[in-house]
């Protein structure tokens, strides 16, 4: 590259204007630009002076370097005096530490890597409503590229003595390290990954202690997370990021939400090695951190557009995020992929496992590639290419295109399945046991469909799919589907519910680090009442039975004998769904005129239409088991009311949850209140029409 392209491209990059800006600008095409910045073509003096003059540059700077340049070239120069690596000391006891055991706690891969930044992202964002916009870059950097990049980073001075002492250790990140340096040398070409969001906090906090900032390039376990039910509890998945690097080493730059002193712009890098001993018996403990130089680690460097130019972490516009690179991009899991492939894995697994955050508005990403600054290619994840069932299903859902039974391929039907949320017993939010009613869309396939049928995809309200439940074999015959469950929060669809909150907390509770299931943790078991476990395996047996019922072969329709003799042998047929309304009593107690004083809730499942539901009260004792008792007085405390006859509750449309209260009628009592147990139940439910 020449002189003059040299610093035509560090003006173009100190005035953040694009190449198809200057363009336009100086009256030239793209491709000249392109070739006067690689040093190919050399522009004429009319074309220096325009873009002089719309680079705020003087063109003899551009000519010789003499003159006013970009203000670039000093904030480069203080970068380059104070910036540095800062490795941890080894302890005055002598341990030693091979590596960081959180980046080996689970085996992570392109899927994991992509729903931990995601789910990263919504867990900061400013706005849940407005929602992020999340841009994975691929870069691959090569020749003068390559070079420039390096410099910036101080390898040859600093970082990569570490790295090969540290790859020489013997121990398991060693290897990952010495494949790293050995195909850097050999290709002279290195791929970053970039994940930037926008739209979220940024690394807010202190340089250690507490905050986004700690949690995220300082501390070890720390999930940081406000929010109770943010996706992750473990603090563990950010270490993907440092796997997904054949150097262990990732860089942060954020532009923060809440400026510190006026600062706003704010740039760290973390190298997580093993023990290691440089030449001269310098020993360290593992981790480094690249920024400004301090006594003890390299601190944050604040506010200089050369250093996040040079190390290619510019960002897009002035709006509040974080931009984390991985240096050496690799998949994790060991198998070499070109850039355009790893592109398209990045797509598909954010479709897959954020179709549901991107369908509601809360989520956008996108994936490009680039060589060296250059974008090469971008597009947009949309679900439909990979997941069209799944995005179809969820766009009739909200449009209420909902059908009771599935007739035709492309058919939604929606059911609802109980979740029994136990006790909480934690210190912070304790609440007694609860039910949820969670959200089952069934979607008949589709006879040429090409994506994975008869599979379950489970999520809750952070609306990343926490996991696919393979029912391929529910019963002989059965119709292939596609199937949602909407848990928690996500089956609300952002209206207030302490049950579904109650829910999503449990939920969040029960996923192991890597988010990928529900089952049994250390935190479920100390923080909720005993049988967590059994409820979440009820909860998806539940949901097998709901969806066995839709989807089993209707043999009605059928031609090969007597309606009669068919219903005999009825295969995969299961109970009845659960009846449209719940009743939970919330108490009930004998007063001093020996009556039994009522009070309950009843919920219906589907609010489109009012019930007309008939509570009964029945004496269950030896002598009098299952004799119906008459109600003395039945009255609405909420969003319901009574007939004249004390029967029937009547519950408008769109009700949500209802109250009672009832009292018994002694003269109806077959026995004694005080020697009776009772059972109270719904045994009718009529759904009103629409204009009653």
Not at 44 to 65: H, I, Q, Y
Not at 82 to 98: I, K, L, M, S
Not at 364 to 374: C, L, M, N
Not at 426 to 446: K, N, T, W
């Amino acid at each position: 590259m020449s002189d003059l392209g040299e610093r035509l491209k560090q003006a173009l990059q100190a005035s953040r204007k694009t190449q198809e800006q200057l363009a336009d600008a100086v009256s030239a095409s793209q491709s000249a630009v392109s070739q006067w910045l690689s040093g190919r073509r050399t522009p004429t003096r009319a074309n220096v002076n325009s873009a002089a003059l719309f680079l705020d540059v003087d063109a003899a700077w551009l000519e010789s370097g003499e003159g006013t340049g970009p203000e670039v070239s000093a904030q480069r120069e203080e970068y380059e005096a104070e910036a540095c690596w800062q490795f941890r000391r080894e302890p005055q006891d002598g341990g030693r530490d091979y590596g960081n055991a959180n980046v080996w706690s689970f085996d992570p891969d392109i899927a994991t890597l992509v729903r931990e930044a995601l789910q990263n992202s919504i867990d900061a964002a400013l706005d849940p409503q407005a929602g992020v916009e999340v841009v994975f870059r691929i870069i691959r950097l090569a020749d003068e590229d390559l070079a420039r990049f390096l410099k910036a980073l101080k390898w040859d001075e600093e970082l990569r003595g570490h790295l090969k002492a540290s790859a020489s250790s013997g121990q398991k990140l060693g290897k990952l390290l010495r494949d790293g340096l050995d195909a850097l040398q050999r290709d002279n070409e290195l791929l970053l990954l970039r994940v930037d969001d926008f739209g979220t906090q940024g690394l807010l906090g202190d340089e250690s202690g507490e905050g986004n900032f700690a949690a995220l390039c300082r501390n070890n376990l720390d999930s940081s997370k406000a929010a109770k039910t943010s996706g992750g509890a473990f603090g563990l998945g950010k270490a993907v990021f440092w796997r997904a690097s054949q150097f262990a080493t990732v860089l942060f730059r954020s532009t923060l939400s809440e400026p510190v002193d006026g600062r706003a712009e704010r740039l760290i890098g973390r190298a997580d090695l093993a023990w290691h001993e440089l030449e001269g018996s310098e020993r360290y403990a593992g981790p480094g951190w690249y920024g400004r130089c301090n006594e003890f680690a390299a601190e944050s460097y604040w506010d200089n557009e050369a250093l996040t130019s040079d190390l290619l972490l510019e960002r897009d516009d002035n709006s509040p995020g974080t931009s984390i690179m991985v240096i050496g991009f690799h998949d994790p899991t060991g198998v070499h992929l070109e850039v355009r492939q790893l592109s398209r894995e990045i797509a598909r697994a954010t479709a897959e496992n954020c179709w549901p955050a991107i369908a509601s508005g809360q989520l956008r990403v996108a994936v490009e590639e680039h060589e060296g600054a250059s974008p090469v290619r971008r597009s947009e994840v949309d679900p439909i290419q990979f997941v069209p069932e799944y995005a179809d299903m969820l766009d009739k859902y909200r449009r209420g295109e909902i059908q009771d039974q599935l007739k035709e391929e492309g058919d939604v039907a929606r059911r609802y399945v109980t979740l029994e949320v136990p006790g909480r017993k934690a210190l912070d939010s304790p609440h007694p046991e609860r039910e949820h009613d969670a959200i089952v869309l069934v979607r008949l396939a589709d006879s040429a469909t090409n994506t994975t049928v008869s599979q379950a995809a489970f999520y809750r309200g952070r609306r990343l799919v926490i996991k696919y439940y393979n029912l391929a074999h529910l019963c002989v015959g059965a119709r292939p589907f596609h199937a949602a469950i909407l848990c928690g929060e996500a089956a609300t669809e952002g209206d207030a519910d302490e049950d579904a909150a109650a829910a999503e907390l449990f939920l969040r509770t029960a996923e192991p680090p890597a988010h990928n299931d529900w089952t049994s943790t250390p935190d479920l078991r100390t923080d909720y009442e005993r049988g967590g476990k059994a409820k979440i395996d009820r909860f998806y047996s539940a949901v097998r039975d709901v969806i066995r019922e839709l989807v089993r072969p209707d043999v009605r329709d059928l031609h090969d004998g007597p309606n009669s003799i068919k219903e005999l042998f009825r295969i995969g047929v299961q109970p009845p769904s659960p009846p449209d309304v719940r009743l939970r009593v919330e108490s009930a107690q004998l007063n001093s005129a020996g009556e039994w004083e009522v009070r309950g809730m009843v919920r219906p499942r589907s609010h489109e239409r009012g019930h007309r539901v008939k509570p009964v009260l029945l004496f269950d004792a030896e002598t009098g088991g299952g004799h119906r008792v008459k109600w003395k007085t039945l009255e609405g405390t909420k969003d319901c009311s009574a007939d004249d006859d004390r029967e029937w509750l009547v519950i408008p449309a769109q009700t949500r949850e209802a109250r009672f209260r009832a009292v018994s009628d002694v003269e109806s009592h077959p026995l004694p209140a005080a020697d009776a147990a009772i059972l109270i139940e719904l045994r009718q439910v009529e759904v009103m029409e629409a204009s009653e």
